[in-house]
């Protein structure tokens, strides 16, 4: 007669709501990404962007760290889209535009509007608008 547990299974624990507040993703987040953990980062940032619309920007943020451009370019978007009040979402898709040096008057325009936003951090957005127009004014045909 055997003993062992062999036809047995073990019960499966299931969360069915998530122990982490939002707040708590995005801090989370913020540490994987200060440690170079990009896809650790992404994952609690999609946590937390359901409830903080700020996460978006974030995502951003890391998505441009890992080169990908065209993902840190929608998530930028969005960011503006649900927060239209956040200036660093601005200065951030300015800037991915001026390190794709294309949409340069775009870029010079969403800029403007940081800006115009957050004064307080002009001269932070101001490097971004002066490195902007040295690029438009050496490349021919910018829109």
């Not at 009040?85 to 008057?105: I, R």
Request: aromatic residues 10%.
């Amino acid at each position: 007669m055997s003993l062992g547990i062999g036809g047995c299974t073990l019960p499966k624990i299931v969360v069915l709501k998530d122990p982490l507040t939002p707040e708590e993703h995005l801090d989370l987040g913020v540490a994987y990404e200060k440690k170079s953990e990009f896809d650790g980062a992404i994952k609690e940032y999609n946590l937390a962007v359901k409830k903080i619309p700020l996460a978006n920007l974030y995502l951003g943020n890391v998505y441009f760290q890992k080169g990908d451009l065209g993902q840190a370019e929608k998530y930028y978007r969005r960011a503006i889209q649900k927060e239209p009040g956040h200036a660093d979402a601005y200065n951030n898709l300015a800037w991915l535009y001026y390190t794709k040096k294309e949409e340069l008057g775009e870029a010079e325009k969403l800029v403007l509007k940081a800006m115009e936003l957050n004064p307080e951090k002009n001269p932070i957005y101001r490097d971004t608008l002066e490195k902007i127009r040295e690029l438009r004014e050496s490349t021919p045909k910018t829109r």
